[in-house]
């Protein structure tokens, strides 16, 4: 009686492996599969959901790998660094092109756009993509990736707040302007803070706002023999600026407000001002989502010494890897991804005010989008202002203008942003916390050869 | 040896070797990686032998690697002696019976099946937020002010979330370790006139003992590892107050993409863990021989 069962079971789990096992298909009958390695923003939910267009008209399908933003980063750069070849599609930014470009891990795709017919070029129009984007994603002058989203950062503030203040905003304003606001607004008895800025550590997190505060005051990140410069003159002061700033006048709990804390004190009324993405506008004046929709003001993002630099320059972008075996069908769904077919499609589901912002020209001028976006001039002119190559006061070694476009910044971005954190909370000193950051910054480049 | 002694050693061996390899490969791999210097996101740099600079780099210049070290002391002592604490007094509450107790012990069990990264969450945002959260709420009501735990008294924000966790594992192992304890022995104690406190230190606490030593190092041996609400809540912040240990490495690969280092740092994470693992055994053994006797 038991060895009939036993029979039967084993006959069952082995049939059961087998067949979850990959059976080899013939290579012509195969359709293509493309893995694509996406973060998980509301833009990239959207292609998800628009996939089945791109599979329908060119038969490839395509396989989404979400992750977040950071895992993505470490995920990618170990399959591209081991040559893993996991992923044929990388959802990558500003920082990442130029360095993976430079170690040639992603492909050239002036190639690609080179062997287009001259009705597809026409239709996706290269020209039309924002040049400055361009140029963020590019390496010696040839293009690496296309830009998904773009965005650069500007001034938020709840128009409500001011108005019961007697406090008008510029469109220009100047950083002490701002402390000035924030000093009348804060009233912390009333659970009411003057300002939001954000605090948690992270190169991409802190270190962004923070980055732009060092370029408009004048300072740098490292001097031409790529010497860190944090703890001295202008850079010091733009540091000290922005962390003081946050601690008089800033939400309480601020070392580990990101992006999406400051969002949310901002739309819940309780900050009167926030200077962050250009991205937020939509998610900050949808009334689903945003107590404060109706009264959200909007202004250029604050200067100090130098309008260079004041605001930051960020795309999300598709690339296609170096490893990828199906590099022709993976430029196929980039160009889909990216063309105005695909703004169109957004725009017809979900609306004009959700369409992938910030990299096409006609995206702006369309009679829809102004209407559903108003505020969509002042991203516009900070798009195209913001300058990768020319970002500070004095000449500097590296590109980029809230980060520098160096492998190691991750890493020294990091530890620097998670020092001044320590200065936010009162536990060292602004100037403690500097001394350190210089330490840790110059071991880090002695050990990548910058220098001896 | 014998024939027989050699043959059975023979046939045993593709098993052995296999589950050498299976279980040491990954430190082996380590071991190897940490004498060379690679950095992922610098391939012209290359991958290049360089002897014990790692080892000697992190022991004795890296001072974010003292800091690791220190903490990790410091939160895993906080979190299996609290806990540890807090479990023995749920246990002691639960173990009579009363109309409820399959319930309460349900309930009291439920935190340690939450995940780490979950449970971060709900303590970082609905509970501990200085703008938002339930603790602010009740202090600036109660005229006291508004606290951000995370940000002023990180590492016990931290013990505190995992305290919640593993209180529950702490109380069900003396739980049964209570429930272990014979009934005659403190019925004779009580007919000796000894008070419950008496009662307790004297006997239920010796006897407790094994399972005191088992849930206390295998308590250590998992909140050694802990990450993912040091992860999600202050990300080893501010500063360098919360890095723990494997949080350090996690930074050092994931962040600085140097693969050399942080196979340093794995291996001497290794042996810190041997020799805390071996140093608790020891301590444990004496205290309960010492009452025992």
Redesign the interface.
């Known amino acids: 009686m038991k060895t009939p069962t036993r029979v039967i079971a084993f006959i069952g789990a082995s049939a059961i492996v087998f067949s979850a096992a990959p059976v080899p298909r013939a290579e012509a009958q195969s359709t293509t599969t493309l893995t694509i390695a996406t973060v998980n923003n509301p833009q990239m939910v959207d292609m998800q959901h628009e996939v089945g267009d791109f599979e329908k008209s060119t038969g490839i399908k395509v396989n989404f790998e979400t992750l977040p933003e950071?895992t993505l980063r470490?995920k990618v750069?170990?399959d591209i660094?081991?040559g893993g070849g996991q992923f044929d599609i990388a959802t990558v930014g500003t920082y990442e092109v130029p360095?993976w470009a430079k170690?040639k891990w992603i492909v050239n795709l002036d190639d690609y756009f080179s062997k287009l017919d001259a009705k597809a070029k026409a239709d996706y129009d290269l020209a039309d993509v924002l040049p400055s984007i361009k140029k963020g994603l590019s390496y010696s002058g040839s293009l690496y990736a296309v830009p998904f989203y773009g965005e650069s950062s500007m001034t938020f503030y709840n128009k409500k707040l001011f108005k019961a203040a007697g406090l008008t905003m510029p469109d220009h304003p100047t950083w002490d302007q701002i402390v000035g606001f924030a000093q009348k607004l804060n009233d912390?008895s009333k659970?009411l803070y003057g300002i939001c800025l954000r605090g948690?550590?992270?190169w991409g997190e802190m270190g962004a706002p923070m980055s732009t505060v060092i370029n408009t005051f004048g300072g740098q990140w490292f001097d031409m023999s790529w010497k860190p410069t944090l703890d001295s003159g202008a850079t010091k002061d733009a540091i000290t600026f922005y962390i003081d700033t946050i601690k008089k006048y800033g939400?309480?709990?601020?070392?580990?407000a990101g992006f999406t804390e400051c969002e949310?004190?901002f739309t819940?009324g309780?900050t009167a001002i926030w200077v962050d993405a250009t991205s937020a506008s939509g998610l900050i004046t949808d009334p689903k989502n945003s107590p404060i929709a109706a009264d959200v003001g909007f202004a250029y993002s604050p200067t100090k010494v130098t309008p260079k630099g004041s605001h930051w320059l960020w795309a999300w972008a598709l690339t296609v890897e170096g490893s990828s075996k199906h590099k022709d069908e993976a430029f196929k769904f980039l160009t889909w991804a990216t063309s105005k077919h695909y703004i169109g499609l957004i725009a017809a589901d979900r609306g004009w005010g959700n369409v992938p912002p910030g990299t096409r020209l006609s995206t702006f001028n369309n009679a829809n989008y102004k209407k559903a976006a108003p505020y969509g001039n002042i991203i516009l002119q900070s798009i195209q202002t913001a300058d990768p190559t020319n970002a500070t006061l004095n000449k500097v070694p590296y590109t980029g203008v809230q980060f520098v476009g160096i492998?190691?910044f991750?890493?020294i971005g990091?530890?620097v942003t998670?020092?001044l954190?320590?200065a936010?909370?009162?536990?060292?000193t602004v100037d403690a916390?500097l001394a350190l950051s210089q330490t840790q910054v110059t071991r880090?480049m002695q050990?990548?050869?910058y220098y001896k | 040896m014998t024939m027989a002694r050699s043959m059975r050693m023979l046939l045993i061996a593709p098993a052995i070797v296999y589950l050498a390899a299976l279980t040491q490969a990954p430190f082996i791999l380590t071991l190897f990686y940490s004498f060379q210097k690679w950095?992922?996101?610098?391939?012209?740099?290359g991958v290049s032998f360089i002897g014990f600079e790692n080892f000697s780099y992190t022991l004795f210049q890296d001072t974010t690697f003292r800091a690791a070290v220190i903490n990790l002391v410091i939160i895993t002592a906080g979190i299996v002696i609290l806990s540890l604490f807090f479990g023995l007094c749920l246990a002691l509450l639960l173990h009579r019976p009363f109309p409820g107790q399959g319930l309460a012990r349900s309930l009291a069990i439920a935190p340690f099946f939450v995940m780490p990264t979950v449970n971060a969450v709900v303590w970082?945002n609905l509970l501990l937020?200085?703008?938002?959260g339930f603790v602010s709420y009740f202090t600036t009501h109660m005229g006291l002010p508004?606290v951000?735990i995370?940000?002023?008294f990180p590492k016990l924000g931290i013990i505190t979330m995992a305290v919640w966790q593993w209180t529950p594992f702490m109380m069900l192992i003396l739980l049964a370790g209570l429930q272990s304890v014979p009934d005659d022995i403190r019925e004779a104690a009580e007919v000796d006139g000894a008070n419950a406190w008496e009662e307790f230190r004297n006997i239920t606490f010796p006897l407790l003992g094994p399972f005191i030593q088992l849930s206390v190092l295998l308590a250590t041996i998992y909140v050694l590892q802990l990450f993912g609400e040091i992860f999600v809540?202050?990300?080893?912040?501010?500063?360098?107050?919360t890095t723990t240990l494997p949080y350090y490495v996690y930074?050092t690969?994931?962040?600085?993409?140097?693969v050399g280092t942080s196979s340093a740092q794995g291996v001497c994470a290794v042996i810190l863990a041997s020799i805390i693992a071996a140093f608790l055994l020891r301590l444990l053994a004496r205290t309960f021989q010492v009452s025992k006797a």
């Open positions: 950071n470490q750069t170990a660094a081991t360095i170690n912390p659970n948690l550590p992270g939400e309480p709990g601020a070392s580990s949310t004190n819940q309780k492998p190691e991750q890493a990091t530890q998670q020092n954190a320590a936010l909370t009162g536990s060292t916390a880090t050990q990548a050869g | 950095i992922l996101t610098s391939p012209e740099l970082k937020n200085p703008v938002f508004r951000d995370l940000a002023q809540a202050t990300q080893g912040g501010p500063g360098s107050a930074e690969i994931s962040q600085g993409n140097d």
